[in-house]
Structures are given as structure tokens and as C-alpha cells.
């Protein structure tokens, strides 16, 4: 069972501050709230679901009946969706309000959300107390403006609408890591679940192989919930799993005596931040001091998988944008020469570089003379990658404990010095080998570094494995009481709600 009385909740988190506070589960609140859940009901005169009436945004990849679906690109500037992806169904079948839908990379191609045609995203932390009291101008004339940092990406958008109180959770898609990188420096909690949990059908594809939606959250609770909501079989995709799901609640773990916590010393990856270094030696301390059995392990070709995701992922790339021509939907070039001229300027007025140059490179890996040399030997070392995890689990570990970003977020005219490519390759260099192996993993965010800004760790578990994963993750996630953003904004508009230091996660 999931806990009930979730619409009562929120409503009292908006005006009461408190233990749990901003969470979406817990019954403490449940007898309190039952009075204002009428307001929730069916027509019939019926609650709608777990989630009546709780405010949700929507990364702008997944389709939306009705509401514009751009991928924040010019392709599909204007394109409206005849249908709604699955999981937008399942939320709005429970009851969910969609606030809107959020930006991201083009296409989520990239790891800082900055790549796409609405401009970057700022993150809710660049403006809050906790950096702002940390970070010095460069100079006197230095613009406090220029000082904002990257939400991660490419589910930026989603990180920041829950990063800054705007919705209690949103969905995001991870193909590398792209749910878990921002939530990382977002301060939020990034579920990436088991590859073929929940349904990719609406969800416009980026690399079907990998593709997974992403819960974004305050605290593990609320992921367990939406992903109560969201997981099980959908006819309409024929990846997803054969079984029923069964929505759970999260149990709290008091005895961690009997896990195995696995340290892949692979992870200890070149420019990991000496701050994260030791936050992640901290975390082992935390769990063997608890009586876990904390062990190193091996898991030799991660070295290889940034260079074999690439490979893949650009030949999926290849493959899904051929659908953009012009023709069926989405923009069309004025170009009027010729059928294959048009096909040409569509495309080029259409996609961005980043696009552009991955589509490049993925046709470059597909050819005949390059097939085998580049794609299936991948593919080969894909399988590798995912014999690894099949090992360490097999040997008794039961999770997997890592960084998920090797430093803090950066700041945006640092980040934008280097090319996207560049910048993918080291930001996903520590959660990509989880989507080439389908395995669940998610952020919990753990501390603030010297800087004022969140840093989160990650949490690798078996395949459908999530309750074990999410039960770990609850535990870790009450032992380092992970502060709340202080935005001054919001503390000036309400001051009794955002008075306390404790993280609005927690409970």
C-alpha cells in the first residue's frame, strides 16, 4: 500500500511547517487533511487517486494531448500531440494537476540544459542563501547576474521546478543520466528506474535502448509513490514487463546490518572533486558504522563505457531523428528545388548543432565499412558493461554506492566554455553504465559543498529491485539530513513555512 491522505498533505505543507514538510507521503497528516479532499473528488463524487490533486510538471519530451511538445527545439516549434504519453495518462488518471511542462536540452541531448531554443535553465540554488553567502563577485564590477550556475541536464527544467517549491514532482527522462545529473546539483532526489518499469510510449525517443522516464522528487517517499503510479505493463509498449506491479510503502529501515554496500573503485573516475571524494568515503563510514558490510569492488570495463555509449547512442540518434523530414509533421523548409533540398534545410533549420553533429557521427558509425568495427563491437562491450553489475550483485553485494557528478554544479559561463560533446562525456561518465545495463539508480541529495551548492550521491541496485533500492536510499537519505534551499523570495512571502533547516524531504 502507498500512504494515503496525499492531497491533504500538500495543502497543509503550504501553510503549516513541520516535520515531512513538502512531502508528498506520510499519514501523520492524512485524519487532519480528509476534510479539504473533497475538494479532489471524481464528478462521481470519488477520489481520482493517490495523487488527487498534487501539482506535477512534465519534461517537454513526453507527449501532451492538447499542450505544445517541442523537445525545445525549432523541429517541432507549434506541434501539438493527438495523444498523451503513458505515464502523463497514469498521473492525470490519478488525479494529478500538470503545471505545465518544463525545458531541457534539444532533443535531451546534453548535461546542462542549456542547449535548447528557450534558452538555459537557472538553478534555484544560484539564488539562494546558502551560495549567495558563499560566492564572491571575480571583481567589484562584476553583474551578480553572471553568477548563476547549470541545473545539470537534461531534465534541468524538471530539477529546477522541484528544486524551487514550483511542484512537488515532475518526470524527467534519463538516457545517460539525464534525471540524476540535475538532480544532483538541483538538490532533489532523481529515481532512474529499472528499463522497462514504466512505459516509454510518448516519450520521444532519444536512444530507445537506454531511454528511461525519471522521477524527480524532495524525498525518496514521494519517488516510491509516483512510482507507484507510473510502473507496470503497457500494451502499448512492448518493452515494459509482462507482471503486474504492485504500488508499495516504503518500510524504515533500522537495521542495516545484513546489506552488502559495494564501492566500485572504477568510479574513483579522473576530475572527481576531492570534495565528493570525500563525501563518498563519509558515506561508507556512515553505512559500515551502522553495521553494514561495506566491500570494494570491480567492475573492469566501466572504463570503456563513456566511449561505447557514445557510439550507441549516436547511432540510435541517427536513426530516431531520420523521422524529422518535414513532411508528416514538425517544421518544413520553404525550400522548393527539390524533395531532397527541402529534406536538407528542414533539417538544418530545424536541429541545432548539437543535433546536427550527433546525427553526423552516429551515420558515420552506421555505415557498411564502419558497422562492425564500431557499432557491433559496442554492442559487444555494451554486454560487458552489464556482465559487471551481473557479477558484483552475484557475489552478494546488494547496492552499489557511487557520486553521481563529479564536482558541484558549475557556474554558466564556465559550463558554456566547452563544446557539448566535451561536456556530456565527463558529466556522464558516472551514471550512463547504469542505462547500458537497465539498472535502477537513483540521487539522494547529501550535502552542500564549500560553495553553498547541493551534492548528491548514487544508488545502483538489482534489476526490479526497487523497493530494496528506495528502502536503502530512505535510510541514507534520514541519516544526512540534507538542508532546505533558503530562497529569500520565498522566505520574505512566507516565513513560518520555510523558517525551519531541516530538508522539506525528510520525514
Known amino acids: 500500500?502507498?500512504?494515503?491522505?496525499?492531497?491533504?498533505?500538500?495543502?497543509?505543507?503550504?501553510?503549516?511547517?513541520?516535520?515531512?514538510?513538502?512531502?508528498?507521503?506520510?499519514?501523520?497528516?492524512?485524519?487532519?487533511?480528509?476534510?479539504?479532499?473533497?475538494?479532489?473528488?471524481?464528478?462521481?463524487?470519488?477520489?481520482?487517486?493517490?495523487?488527487?490533486?498534487?501539482?506535477?510538471?512534465?519534461?517537454?519530451?513526453?507527449?501532451?494531448?492538447?499542450?505544445?511538445?517541442?523537445?525545445?527545439?525549432?523541429?517541432?516549434?507549434?506541434?501539438?500531440?493527438?495523444?498523451?504519453?503513458?505515464?502523463?495518462?497514469?498521473?492525470?488518471?490519478?488525479?494529478?494537476?500538470?503545471?505545465?511542462?518544463?525545458?531541457?536540452?534539444?532533443?535531451?541531448?546534453?548535461?546542462?540544459?542549456?542547449?535548447?531554443?528557450?534558452?538555459?535553465?537557472?538553478?534555484?540554488?544560484?539564488?539562494?542563501?546558502?551560495?549567495?553567502?558563499?560566492?564572491?563577485?571575480?571583481?567589484?564590477?562584476?553583474?551578480?547576474?553572471?553568477?548563476?550556475?547549470?541545473?545539470?541536464?537534461?531534465?534541468?527544467?524538471?530539477?529546477?521546478?522541484?528544486?524551487?517549491?514550483?511542484?512537488?514532482?515532475?518526470?524527467?527522462?534519463?538516457?545517460?543520466?539525464?534525471?540524476?545529473?540535475?538532480?544532483?546539483?538541483?538538490?532533489?532526489?532523481?529515481?532512474?528506474?529499472?528499463?522497462?518499469?514504466?512505459?516509454r510510449h510518448g516519450l520521444i525517443p532519444l536512444v530507445n535502448s537506454m531511454d528511461v522516464p525519471g522521477i524527480l522528487t524532495r524525498c525518496v517517499d514521494d519517488a516510491a509513490v509516483l512510482l507507484g503510479s507510473l510502473a507496470g505493463h503497457d500494451p502499448k509498449d512492448s518493452t515494459t514487463i509482462q507482471d503486474d506491479f504492485k504500488p508499495f510503502e516504503l518500510p524504515n529501515l533500522t537495521d542495516v546490518s545484513k546489506l552488502s554496500i559495494g564501492i566500485p573503485k572504477e568510479y574513483h573516475a579522473p576530475g572527481l572533486s576531492s570534495e565528493i571524494l570525500a563525501l563518498w568515503s563519509k558515506a561508507a563510514d556512515l553505512f559500515r558504522?551502522?553495521?553494514?558490510?561495506?566491500?570494494?569492488?570491480?567492475?573492469?570495463?566501466?572504463?570503456?563505457?563513456?566511449?561505447?555509449?557514445?557510439?550507441?547512442?549516436?547511432?540510435?540518434?541517427?536513426?530516431?531523428?531520420?523521422?524529422?523530414?518535414?513532411?508528416?509533421?514538425?517544421?518544413?523548409?520553404?525550400?522548393?528545388?527539390?524533395?531532397?533540398?527541402?529534406?536538407?534545410?528542414?533539417?538544418?533549420?530545424?536541429?541545432?548543432?548539437?543535433?546536427?553533429?550527433?546525427?553526423?557521427?552516429g551515420n558515420y558509425f552506421l555505415l557498411k565499412q564502419n558497422y562492425e568495427k564500431y557499432f557491433v563491437k559496442a554492442q559487444k562491450v555494451r554486454r560487458l558493461i552489464a556482465n559487471d553489475f551481473v557479477k558484483v550483485f552475484r557475489s552478494g553485494v546488494d547496492i552499489l554506492l557511487t557520486p553521481t557528478t563529479l564536482s558541484d554544479a558549475a557556474p554558466y559561463t564556465e559550463f558554456i566554455q566547452e563544446d557539448n560533446r566535451t561536456r556530456s562525456a565527463q558529466d556522464d561518465i558516472l551514471t550512463q553504465a547504469a542505462n547500458m545495463a537497465g539498472l535502477p539508480a537513483i540521487n539522494v541529495p547529501t550535502a552542500l559543498?564549500?560553495?553553498?551548492?547541493?551534492?548528491?550521491?548514487?544508488?545502483?541496485?538489482r534489476s526490479f529491485q526497487e523497493k530494496q533500492l528506495l528502502t536503502v536510499a530512505k535510510w541514507f537519505e534520514k541519516q544526512v539530513q540534507f538542508p532546505m534551499i533558503q530562497l529569500e523570495e520565498v522566505k520574505k512571502h512566507d516565513s513560518d513555512v520555510f523558517h525551519h533547516q531541516k530538508s522539506a524531504s525528510l520525514s
Open 1 to 199: 500500500m502507498v500512504p494515503r491522505g496525499v492531497a491533504a498533505r500538500w495543502r497543509r505543507a503550504a501553510t503549516a511547517p513541520g516535520k515531512g514538510q513538502g512531502s508528498l507521503g506520510g499519514r501523520e497528516e492524512a485524519a487532519a487533511g480528509r476534510e479539504s479532499h473533497a475538494a479532489c473528488l471524481s464528478p462521481a463524487g470519488q477520489p481520482l487517486g493517490i495523487l488527487d490533486g498534487i501539482p506535477i510538471a512534465v519534461k517537454d519530451n513526453f507527449n501532451t494531448a492538447g499542450i505544445e511538445t517541442t523537445c525545445a527545439s525549432n523541429m517541432l516549434k507549434g506541434y501539438i500531440s493527438p495523444y498523451n504519453a503513458t505515464v502523463v495518462q497514469k498521473l492525470l488518471d490519478q488525479g494529478a494537476v500538470l503545471l505545465g511542462k518544463t525545458n531541457l536540452d534539444e532533443f535531451a541531448m546534453g548535461s546542462g540544459s542549456t542547449d535548447g531554443v528557450f534558452g538555459p535553465v537557472r538553478n534555484p540554488w544560484s539564488y539562494s542563501k546558502q551560495y549567495k553567502e558563499k560566492s564572491v563577485p571575480k571583481s567589484h564590477s562584476e553583474d551578480k547576474e553572471s553568477n548563476w550556475v547549470i541545473t545539470g541536464g537534461s531534465s534541468g527544467g524538471s530539477a529546477a521546478a522541484v528544486s524551487s517549491f514550483t511542484c512537488f514532482a515532475a518526470l524527467g527522462s534519463d538516457t545517460g543520466g539525464s534525471t540524476r545529473n540535475p538532480a544532483a546539483h538541483c538538490g532533489v532526489v532523481g529515481l532512474k528506474p529499472t528499463y522497462g518499469l514504466i512505459s
Open 289 to 361: 558504522k551502522a553495521g553494514a558490510k561495506v566491500v570494494e569492488v570491480s567492475l573492469p570495463h566501466t572504463r570503456y563505457s563513456i566511449v561505447c555509449y557514445h557510439v550507441l547512442c549516436t547511432a540510435e540518434v541517427a536513426s530516431n531523428m531520420a523521422r524529422f523530414d518535414g513532411l508528416e509533421y514538425g517544421h518544413r523548409s520553404d525550400m522548393k528545388d527539390s524533395t531532397e533540398s527541402m529534406y536538407a534545410a528542414t533539417r538544418r533549420e530545424g536541429f541545432n548543432d548539437v543535433v546536427r553533429g550527433r546525427i553526423l557521427s
Open 449 to 461: 559543498s564549500e560553495r553553498g551548492l547541493p551534492v548528491g550521491l548514487q544508488f545502483i541496485g
